[in-house]
């Protein structure tokens, strides 16, 4: 991480939270053992995307290799916006490419571009 310019926002402010942890699978059926065994163990649901698997929603089990080495860590916040703004201040650089809007342009999701232990790291604007 490169030293980014100082800004005045609250950290606490942002609400940082975990929203989910995906977890890397080479392949559908792959993930769908991965998931069935959290579900199985700990009694959680399912629910299943094109992409991936959610098994009670703090985990997503995905279909195909995704961003991180192991999988990504999705951060929830208060405002996306400004928590980019925060961590950048940080140090902490983004991947342009991979953001989202929502339908009035706010931002909804984006990857930081460094892994954190071979986890990415994406925040999440909370609805």
Known sequence: M???????INVKDLGFEVAHVGINRPDARQAHNTADVLSDLFGFPQRETPGSIFVNNQFEIMKTKFL????HIAIRTNDAAKAREYLASKGVEFDEETAN?????KLATIYMKNDIAGFAVHLLQKK
Do not use: T
């Not at 490169?2 to 005045?8: C, H, P, T």
């Not at 809007?101 to 342009?105: F, H, K, L, V």
């Open 2 to 8: 490169k030293e980014g310019k100082r800004v005045d």
């Open 101 to 105: 809007y929502d339908e009035n342009g």
């Open 68 to 71: 991180g080495e192991c999988g």
